[in-house]
């Protein structure tokens, strides 16, 4: 007779491959599952009783910048644990934005402090087009020795699409480097039509996470993506796409939360937030978590985990609440887990350098009709919006009555003295600003305010900390969350951290009638040119459509 470490008795396991609750018994030895039904041949050491309990497979982020979540990889894993996450896919593109492949070893080195399973894929455009100003920039020749870390998992989301569509030399050999490790790239189709959807696939590229329609993810489907529906923070896309989910296509959906701040994280939940929105939504709850679970392991090629079935690891959630999601323990690799102490692993590199001055937020026109940036509140693309707007002698300082704002873009890698002025509307900030070294994705600093005073103060602030969010008023500063680890992430415990975003928040509060939308994810989302429609970075502005730059003034 076989000795084996436990047998767990008595629950509902779900059978990912029939999408169905069976009561099975698993028997588990050095973290896998070696038996599955009665077995005469084995005896456990330990029993586990799970009357009256489902069993799931552990959760899977199939996309998500740990950045976004503000905290460190080994601080974030403490918060999804406890929500049932036992494996991501995360792509450390800020970071490597900021400092290259010592950044991306820095969050390699840190995550292999904690249980959860941390699959790296090596971020494929680093800047994300050629004209960023980023902290660093990455080639294939440069990410190809990366794949000797076991965590590295393939390559990240590729969001340039003209270099795909002109078979770029270097995006090539990133995608053919990740296809003959064994590995795959992942997709980034915002805004793209089925056409390029299929140039994008005639390359190998297999995934995609950026549908916010049901049309979108039938479009992805059709054309042999897996497909990630995505909520996180600002990107909230399970509503609008969920209805396209159906028993026939399920096999090729998951879940991912891509950005997603820390606060929202430990309260409102990660992918078993999904879970729960997919099932009030109609899914069948066998088919939410077989999505969650299975399905984003078959789409990165994670062939161990994903299912609870004879030779898969035994990462297991246990539910007392099916469609509430109800978690009552999480077993990662056999073990039941428990709290966990660990720190951030040390970082002393310092990251934001300019030398910007209260003169050069002067903003002198010849006309007052613009074109102005328009949030799309909970989205990343914006409107843009052509208007006549106030100005003063000649200058824009805000618009308050229209809620158009000054917003400006610094480079702050390389003091290479570049910075962009640009038009927002829709924050609501009455009196005061914001600024923050978080910037996708080449994370330059950006800010946005009422008055130039309280614009600089606020860019000052963040300058001193070595990275950070700021809110000002009247030139002084109201709050302020330190991102000491490359201006994108707290180096300080997640509670903590949750405490500095809370105030922050707070302050946000106090200068603005915004209670729609994050403002912080939004405010760094709105730098980004590979998104629609148009974007502000230290170079100016940015539209989308015509890939190019253009005036603040409309013609």
């Given amino acids: 007779m076989g000795l084996v470490d436990t047998c767990i008795q008595n629950g509902l396991v779900l059978n990912v491959f029939t999408r169905e609750f069976e009561l099975q018994t698993l028997w588990i030895n050095k973290g896998k599952i070696v038996s599955v039904g009665d077995n005469d041949n084995l005896k456990a050491q330990r029993i586990i009783d799970a009357s009256n309990q489902y069993l799931v497979p552990g959760f899977i982020d199939a996309h998500v ?15 999804l644990l406890k929500h049932g996450v036992t494996t991501i896919v995360t792509d450390p593109h800020e970071i490597g934005n900021v400092m290259g492949n010592k950044g991306i070893e820095y969050m390699i080195e840190d995550a292999r402090q904690t249980p959860l399973d941390v699959k790296v894929m090596l971020p494929s455009s680093v800047p994300c087009v050629p004209f ?9 020749v440069d990410l190809k020795p990366l794949y000797r870390y076991p965590e590295v998992n393939g390559l990240a989301e590729v969001m340039d699409f003209p270099a795909v569509a002109s078979q770029s030399h270097e995006i090539m050999q990133k995608i053919k480097d990740a296809q003959e490790a064994g590995y795959h790239a992942d997709g980034h189709g915002a ?21 916010t329609s049901v049309q979108e993810v039938k479009d992805r489907l059709s054309a042999g993506y897996y497909v990630f529906l995505r909520e996180g923070t600002v990107e909230r896309d399970i509503e609008n796409t969920i209805g396209a989910v159906t028993e026939s296509n399920a096999q090729r959906l998951a879940f991912c939360t891509d950005d997603k701040l820390i606060t929202d994280l430990d309260r409102e939940g990660s992918i078993d937030y999904c879970i729960q929105l997919a099932i009030k939504h109609g899914v069948r709850p066998e088919t939410a ?16 985990t994903g299912a609870l079935a004879t030779g898969y690891q035994a990462d297991i959630v246990f539910l007392d609440n099916l469609k509430e999601v109800t978690i009552d323990k999480v077993m990662k690799n056999g073990e039941i887990l428990s709290e966990f102490t660990t720190q951030p692993a040390r970082f002393s590199e310092s990251t934001v350098h300019h030398d910007f001055k209260l003169e050069d937020l002067k903003m002198p026109l010849s006309s007052n009709y613009c074109n102005v940036i328009q949030i799309q509140p909970n989205h990343i693309v914006t409107d843009h919006l052509q208007t006549h707007v106030k100005l003063d002698n000649g200058q824009f300082n805000s618009d308050i009555d229209q809620d158009i704002l000054k917003m400006v873009v610094i480079e702050r890698h390389h003091n290479l003295g570049t910075y962009g002025l640009g038009l927002v509307k829709g924050f609501d900030i009455q009196n005061g600003a914001v600024a923050i070294t978080v910037a996708h994705d080449s994370h330059n600093l950006v800010a946005v305010g009422t008055d130039d005073s309280s614009i600089n103060e606020a860019i000052q602030a963040v ?22 680890i490359a201006g994108l ?28 939308f994050d403002p912080f994810i939004t405010l760094s989302f709105l730098t980004l040119p590979v998104i629609p429609s148009i974007k502000l970075t230290d170079q100016g502005l940015y539209d989308f459509n015509q890939q190019d730059f253009i005036s603040v003034e409309a013609k």
């Avoid at 969650?292 to 090629?301: I, L, V």
């Avoid at 300058?463 to 009247?474: F, L, P, Y």
């Fill in 489 to 516: 992430m707290s180096a300080k415990s997640y509670q903590e951290a949750q405490k500095d975003l809370d105030l922050v928040n707070q302050a946000y509060q106090k200068i603005s009638t915004n209670r729609v």
């Fill in 463 to 484: 300058t001193k900390s070595g990275g950070g969010i700021a809110v000002t008023q009247n030139g002084k500063v109201l709050a302020m969350m330190p991102l000491k």
């Fill in 65 to 79: 910048h740990i950045e976004s979540a503000m905290v460190s990889p080994s601080e974030l894993a403490k918060v």
């Fill in 191 to 211: 805004g793209l039509t089925p056409e390029q959807l299929d140039t994008y696939r005639q390359v190998g590229i297999d995934t995609d996470h950026e549908a």
């Fill in 132 to 140: 960023d100003h980023s902290g660093a920039v990455l080639n294939a």
């Fill in 289 to 304: 978590f077989t999505m969650a679970s299975f399905n984003a392991a078959n789409a990165h090629k994670l062939n161990q």
